[in-house]
């Protein structure tokens, strides 16, 4: 019998309860069962997130965790103050993102250090049971690696696994592992409770002596499904684009209600599906209470939205097109007057642009909300007094004081892709029925197909779900809730401070892709701004004219870095935009030499690749440059999409078959120099294809086996020597 909502709890002290049950004992003291003893086991429940997954998982197990008889002490795990594992006596269970290349998130970089103490004994943590749940994307090549260090660490220090670790893959769909993983924790909590009452009962309370009288942890059902999902993965990349352009097609005619009753949709099931009794999430709580009211103050500025530290406005002294008008990616190099600021950096570093949502989605959000005569009304929002959301908090990048209007377009990601739980809480406001069970269909575990083929995959965000579905009606309090902070978008430098003082450049691709309920075309949240800016002095030569102002602000220092030692080779691999932080690196060369005539210098190999010669070879005329004074040793330009003329070779086609080419030449400076390689652009396929290519390079060259090899690029990793900077 679990506790119901209203009733009164009452923890139970005495020594003789506590004696039988070495967790948190609580009475139920309801008219109809006055007999009944409820008992409420305690577990920690720490998190770690970059962008909120995690957080929004560990909130919903929170949730779930009482109607299952336990109770859940979270927090995030930078608030080390309210939480000591060292003393911890029950079970731990972590959920943790992965950011950048691999690293834990920003949440959780004290805690990793904090545990990576080498002092600390071996048996530190022996008395602490864990069962942690990562989450990243297979297109990284450190796949969970935030994860996986902690649950690896854990291990080290002695600590042990009372539930399987589960790796969540947000290339597929985090649902497929996180669902069954959550489904799975209470039976492996209740099985680790038991068997600390029975030892404690027979006084053989576990200790490090005597820790393998434990069971095995419990197994997820998650394990089979991550099996599984490599299959996935590979299908994938062949069906996605595919799958998209069909789920493009099918939305454009939903508004005609012509969809054949054999084809589903965003709007649409067909069977099975469309008659299957269905399993839905809960209804997520509502917690906050939001009043307009009209302006009287100041209005909030871009500032009051990001917590990275200090926001500079700055403008834009030129813009350039990099690509002639038929390349298939247009790509636009911006230059910033930072000469007014404090702003600095290095070649390598990146930084944020703090960006707004498109103007006319906001409008039409607005429109659609019936909010638009409040538009400029100042948003006050409070935690419902009555909310059964524990731990129920205002979002804190709802900033106070600050109109509807700045909040949608600064302040909250209405481009994001609804998770269930928002599915399932906009379900709850919708009145017309089919609307409704085709969102309850969307949010359920057997319509998991259908969400991530016309949700997920389609990319498809809050507007479209309330174009798509008229009789839905939220209220401005539910997107409050549910939809997350808008992300500064992060950026590399393109240039040097010694070339260019008082300058910072950045090049970008504009991006463009379908409108999921629409036959018209999107642009970039972040590209599609800057472009828009540019326009009105985007020049042919890059000359100036009037300039546009953006926020920017500095990001955490990384490792990408010319190395310490101006003599040690280096090669870099860059395709497509990947080649801006090597334009800074080159041109800071160009000046030390300049400045340093007699230095010894190491020499710089670039692995450069684009689609075709004349439409999309970036800074051409600059590489020829670098290598005409020298500063650029090697040059190796592939052309993806270029055929050979007549009896001409096939050149290489990307940037790892340029790099077997010169395999004896790269593991040379590799292995022998003691150089420094640097890989900077896709994620997906670009970044995986260059480690595998570099893994050949070694094991051939080395003469060991393909094992041998990945352990030597993953030592050049440790030492610095092997560094990323990718994106998806």
Same mark, same amino acid.
């Given at each position: 019998?679990?506790?119901?909502?209203?009733?009164?709890?009452?923890?139970?002290?005495?020594?003789?309860?506590?004696?039988?049950?070495?967790?948190?004992?609580?009475?139920?003291?309801?008219?109809?069962?006055?007999?009944?003893?409820?008992?409420?086991? =305690?577990?920690?429940?720490?998190?770690?997130?970059?962008?909120?997954?995690?957080?929004?998982?560990?909130?919903?197990?929170?949730?779930?965790?009482?109607?299952?008889?336990?109770?859940?002490?979270?927090?995030?795990?930078?608030?080390?103050?309210?939480?000591?594992?060292?003393?911890?006596?029950?079970?731990? &269970?972590?959920? &943790?993102?992965?950011?950048?290349?691999?690293?834990?998130?920003?949440?959780?970089?004290?805690?990793?250090?904090?545990?990576?103490?080498?002092?600390?004994?071996?048996?530190?943590?022996?008395?602490?049971?864990?069962?942690?749940?990562?989450?990243?994307?297979?297109?990284?090549?450190?796949?969970?690696?935030?994860?996986?260090?902690?649950?690896?660490?854990?291990?080290?220090?002695?600590?042990?696994?009372?539930?399987?670790?589960?790796?969540?893959?947000?290339?597929?769909?985090?649902?497929?592992?996180?669902?069954?993983?959550?489904?799975?924790?209470?039976?492996?909590?209740?099985?680790?409770?038991?068997?600390?009452?029975?030892?404690?009962?027979?006084?053989?309370?576990?200790?490090?002596?005597?820790?393998?009288?434990?069971?095995?942890?419990?197994?997820?059902?998650?394990?089979?499904?991550?099996?599984?999902?490599?299959?996935?993965?590979?299908?994938?990349?062949?069906?996605?684009?595919?799958?998209?352009?069909?789920?493009?097609?099918?939305?454009?005619?939903?508004?005609?209600?012509?969809?054949?009753?054999?084809?589903?949709?965003?709007?649409?099931?067909?069977?099975?599906?469309?008659?299957?009794?269905?399993?839905?999430?809960?209804?997520?709580?509502?917690?906050?209470?939001?009043?307009?009211?009209?302006?009287?103050?100041?209005?909030?500025?871009?500032?009051?939205?990001?917590?990275?530290?200090?926001?500079?406005?700055?403008? @834009?002294?030129?813009?350039?097109?990099?690509?002639?008008?038929?390349?298939?990616?247009?790509?636009?190099? &911006?230059?910033?007057?930072?000469?007014?600021?404090?702003?600095?950096?290095?070649?390598?570093?990146?930084?944020?642009?703090?960006?707004?949502?498109?103007?006319?989605?906001?409008?039409?959000?607005?429109? =659609?909300?019936?909010?638009?005569?409040?538009?400029?009304?100042?948003?006050?929002?409070?935690?419902?007094?009555?909310?059964?959301?524990?731990?129920?908090?205002?979002?804190?990048?709802?900033?106070?004081?600050?109109?509807?209007?700045?909040?949608?377009?600064?302040?909250?990601?209405?481009?994001?892709?609804?998770?269930?739980?928002?599915?399932?809480?906009?379900?709850?406001?919708?009145?017309?029925?089919?609307?409704?069970?085709?969102?309850?269909?969307?949010?359920?575990?057997?319509?998991?197909?259908?969400?991530?083929?016309?949700?997920?995959?389609?990319?498809?965000?809050?507007?479209?779900?309330?174009?798509?579905?008229?009789?839905?009606?939220?209220?401005?309090?539910?997107?409050?809730?549910?939809?997350?902070?808008?992300?500064?978008?992060? /950026?590399?430098?393109?240039?040097?401070?010694?070339?260019?003082?008082?300058?910072?450049?950045?090049?970008?691709?504009?991006?463009?892709?379908?409108?999921?309920?629409?036959?018209?075309?999107? =642009?970039?949240?972040?590209?599609?701004?800057?472009?828009?800016?540019?326009?009105?002095?985007?020049?042919?030569?890059?000359?100036?004219?009037?300039?546009?102002?953006?926020?920017?602000?500095?990001?955490?220092?990384?490792?990408?870095?010319?190395?310490?030692?101006?003599?040690?080779?280096?090669?870099?691999?860059?395709?497509?935009?990947?080649?801006?932080?090597?334009?800074?690196?080159?041109?800071?060369?160009?000046?030390?030499?300049?400045?340093?005539?007699?230095?010894?210098?190491?020499?710089?190999?670039?692995?450069?690749?684009?689609?075709?010669?004349?439409?999309?070879?970036?800074?051409?005329?600059?590489?020829?440059?670098?290598?005409? =004074?020298?500063?650029?040793?090697?040059?190796?330009?592939?052309?993806?999409?270029?055929?050979?003329?007549?009896?001409?070779?096939?050149?290489?086609?990307?940037?790892?078959?340029?790099?077997?080419?010169?395999?004896?030449?790269?593991?040379?400076?590799?292995?022998?120099?003691?150089?420094? @390689?640097?890989?900077?652009?896709?994620?997906?396929?670009?970044?995986?294809? &260059?480690?595998?290519?570099?893994?050949?390079?070694?094991?051939?060259?080395?003469?060991?086996?393909?094992?041998?090899?990945?352990?030597?690029?993953?030592?050049?990793?440790?030492?610095?020597? /092997?560094?990323?900077?990718?994106?998806?």
């Amino acid at each position: 019998m679990f506790m119901r909502e209203n009733q009164y709890l009452q923890v139970v002290t005495s020594s003789k309860r506590k004696s039988l049950f070495p967790f948190p004992v609580i009475q139920c003291n309801c008219a109809s069962c006055g007999t009944c003893l409820e008992v409420m086991r =305690r577990f920690l429940l720490l998190y770690a997130t970059q962008q909120g997954q995690a957080k929004a998982i560990a909130e919903e197990i929170c949730e779930k965790a009482v109607a299952h008889g336990f109770s859940a002490d979270l927090h995030c795990m930078s608030e080390s103050d309210k939480y000591d594992l060292k003393t911890e006596t029950a079970p731990l &269970v972590v959920v &943790v993102s992965t950011t950048g290349t691999g690293d834990p998130p920003d949440t959780a970089r004290k805690f990793v250090k904090e545990i990576q103490d080498k002092t600390l004994p071996i048996d530190f943590l022996a008395h602490l049971r864990y069962g942690l749940l990562g989450l990243g994307d297979s297109e990284y090549t450190y796949f969970c690696n935030g994860g996986k260090v902690i649950d690896t660490r854990l291990e080290e220090l002695g600590a042990r696994r009372f539930y399987g670790t589960g790796h969540a893959d947000d290339c597929v769909g985090l649902e497929l592992v996180v669902e069954p993983w959550i489904d799975g924790l209470w039976a492996a909590l209740a099985k680790h409770f038991e068997s600390s009452r029975r030892e404690e009962m027979n006084g053989t309370l576990t200790t490090a002596p005597n820790a393998s009288r434990r069971t095995d942890p419990v197994q997820p059902e998650s394990g089979h499904i991550e099996s599984q999902i490599e299959l996935l993965r590979l299908d994938d990349s062949e069906r996605k684009d595919s799958a998209v352009l069909e789920q493009n097609a099918a939305n454009g005619g939903q508004s005609s209600a012509l969809i054949a009753d054999t084809e589903s949709s965003l709007t649409h099931s067909v069977p099975p599906l469309s008659h299957a009794s269905l399993n839905i999430p809960a209804l997520p709580p509502e917690y906050l209470q939001v009043h307009l009211q009209e302006a009287l103050g100041q209005e909030g500025s871009q500032a009051s939205v990001t917590s990275l530290g200090p926001v500079f406005q700055v403008p @834009i002294s030129k813009a350039v097109q990099l690509t002639t008008n038929d390349a298939v990616k247009t790509t636009l190099l &911006v230059e910033l007057d930072i000469s007014e600021t404090e702003f600095t950096y290095q070649p390598g570093d990146s930084f944020n642009v703090v960006c707004p949502n498109s103007e006319s989605e906001v409008q039409s959000l607005l429109q =659609r909300l019936q909010l638009t005569d409040q538009r400029e009304h100042r948003v006050l929002v409070r935690t419902k007094a009555d909310t059964k959301k524990k731990g129920a908090a205002l979002p804190q990048h709802i900033p106070e004081k600050c109109s509807l209007q700045f909040i949608l377009t600064w302040c909250l990601e209405i481009r994001a892709i609804p998770k269930k739980a928002f599915l399932r809480a906009l379900e709850g406001c919708t009145s017309e029925g089919s609307e409704k069970r085709r969102l309850q269909e969307l949010c359920s575990r057997q319509g998991a197909a259908d969400y991530n083929r016309f949700v997920r995959d389609a990319g498809v965000c809050l507007l479209d779900l309330l174009l798509a579905f008229p009789s839905c009606r939220p209220p401005l309090s539910l997107l409050l809730e549910h939809l997350p902070k808008l992300q500064p978008r992060p /950026y590399s430098c393109a240039s040097s401070s010694l070339s260019h003082p008082g300058r910072l450049r950045f090049i970008f691709n504009v991006v463009e892709f379908p409108s999921s309920t629409s036959e018209g075309v999107r =642009r970039g949240v972040c590209t599609g701004w800057l472009a828009s800016l540019a326009e009105s002095i985007l020049l042919p030569n890059g000359g100036k004219a009037r300039a546009a102002q953006i926020p920017i602000s500095p990001r955490t220092t990384n490792s990408f870095h010319l190395p310490s030692d101006p003599s040690a080779p280096i090669i870099m691999v860059g395709p497509g935009t990947g080649i801006a932080p090597f334009i800074g690196f080159l041109q800071h060369r160009e000046k030390l030499q300049e400045e340093h005539p007699d230095r010894h210098f190491g020499a710089m190999w670039l692995f450069f690749g684009c689609r075709h010669r004349d439409r999309d070879y970036l800074f051409r005329e600059e590489l020829r440059h670098f290598r005409e =004074r020298g500063i650029l040793t090697h040059l190796k330009v592939s052309f993806s999409r270029d055929t050979p003329a007549g009896e001409e070779e096939a050149p290489a086609k990307y940037v790892q078959d340029s790099l077997r080419l010169h395999s004896q030449q790269v593991a040379g400076l590799l292995l022998q120099e003691r150089g420094h @390689i640097y890989v900077c652009g896709d994620a997906k396929n670009m970044a995986k294809d &260059v480690n595998d290519a570099l893994a050949e390079i070694i094991s051939q060259e080395a003469g060991v086996d393909k094992l041998e090899a990945m352990k030597t690029l993953a030592a050049l990793k440790e030492e610095k020597r /092997y560094l990323q900077d990718i994106w998806s």
